[in-house]
C-alpha cells in the first residue's frame, strides 16, 4: 500500500526554523519526484516544492525561495523540508505527494502542522 | 505564481450537473496538459480526481468529467449527490517548471 507520512511539525517561533520528513512505503521512492504542499487553517492548497527522483532539480514557489529547501534521502526512503527565517504566513498544514506519472499530485500524506507563532 | 481563479462556490440540486471553472493564464493552464482536479473533505488530504485535463484514475466515479478551453479547465460533476459536497482544487504545472494550485471553490448540494 502506497504511503507517505509527514512528522516534524510543531510551534516555532518568527525567524525560527523547523524540519519536516515525510516517510515513504509501498513503492519505489527513489524512482519518483515527490512535492511538498501547504495550507492556511481554513484556507486553499499552495504548492511549496518539488524535488526530481535522483534530487538533481529542485524548484520553489516564490513563497518561500531562499528560506525552505527541499531534499532527499533515497536509501532511508525519505522527503525532508528544510525551513530558515519563518514567518507567521508560514502557518499550515505541510503535505508531502507523489508526482505521478505527468505532473500531478498522487497520493498525498495526512499533513503535519507548522504553526509560526511568538 | 498567482493562484488560477475559481468560483468561491457553486450549488446545485440532487440529480443536476454543476461546473467549476478554473481560470489561469497562457503560461499555465493555456499551455499546459496537466491540468488536474482535486477532492478535499474536511479534514482529510485531497484525492486526485481528473488528471491531464480530461483522464480519470480507476476508482472515480464517472460522474465526474473535465475539459480545457483556452486559458480555462473545467471540472463537471453530473448527477450531483450529497456526497459530492465539499470542496474542489484544480492544478496545473507551469512554464517555469513550477506548479500552482486554483484558489477553491466549496460545492453544496442543495
Known amino acids: 500500500q502506497v504511503q507517505l507520512v509527514e512528522s516534524g511539525g510543531g510551534v516555532v517561533q518568527p525567524g525560527g526554523s523547523l524540519r519536516l520528513s515525510c516517510a515513504v512505503s509501498?513503492?519505489?521512492?527513489?524512482?519518483?519526484?515527490i512535492h511538498w504542499v501547504r495550507q492556511p487553517p481554513g484556507k486553499g492548497l499552495e504548492w511549496v516544492a518539488i524535488?526530481?527522483?535522483?534530487?538533481?532539480?529542485?524548484y520553489y514557489a516564490d513563497s518561500v525561495k531562499g528560506r525552505f529547501t527541499i531534499s532527499r534521502d533515497n536509501s532511508k526512503n525519505t522527503l525532508y523540508l528544510q525551513m530558515n527565517s519563518l514567518r507567521v504566513e508560514d502557518t499550515a498544514l505541510y503535505y508531502c505527494?507523489?508526482?505521478?506519472?505527468?505532473?500531478?499530485?498522487?497520493?498525498w500524506g495526512q499533513g503535519t502542522l507548522v504553526t509560526v507563532s511568538s | 505564481q498567482s493562484a488560477l481563479t475559481q468560483p468561491a462556490s457553486v450549488s446545485g440540486s440532487p440529480g443536476q450537473s454543476i461546473t467549476i471553472s478554473c481560470t489561469g493564464t497562457?503560461?499555465?493552464?493555456?499551455?499546459?496538459?496537466?491540468v488536474s482536479w482535486y477532492q478535499q473533505h474536511p479534514g482529510k488530504a485531497p484525492k486526485l480526481m481528473i488528471y491531464?485535463?480530461?483522464k480519470r484514475p480507476s476508482g472515480v466515479s464517472n460522474r465526474f468529467s473535465g475539459s480545457k478551453s483556452g486559458n480555462t479547465a473545467s471540472l463537471t460533476i453530473s448527477g450531483l449527490q450529497a456526497e459530492d459536497e465539499t470542496d474542489y482544487y484544480c492544478?496545473?504545472?507551469?512554464?517555469?517548471?513550477?506548479?500552482?494550485f486554483g484558489t477553491g471553490t466549496q460545492v453544496t448540494v442543495l
Open positions: 491531464d485535463v480530461n
Open positions: 505527494a507523489r508526482e505521478a506519472d505527468s505532473n500531478y499530485f498522487d497520493p
Open positions: 524535488i526530481s527522483y535522483d534530487g538533481s532539480n529542485k
Open positions: 492544478s496545473s504545472s507551469t512554464s517555469s517548471s513550477t506548479y500552482v
Open positions: 497562457s503560461s499555465d493552464v493555456g499551455g499546459s496538459n496537466s
Open positions: 509501498g513503492f519505489t521512492f527513489s524512482s519518483y519526484a
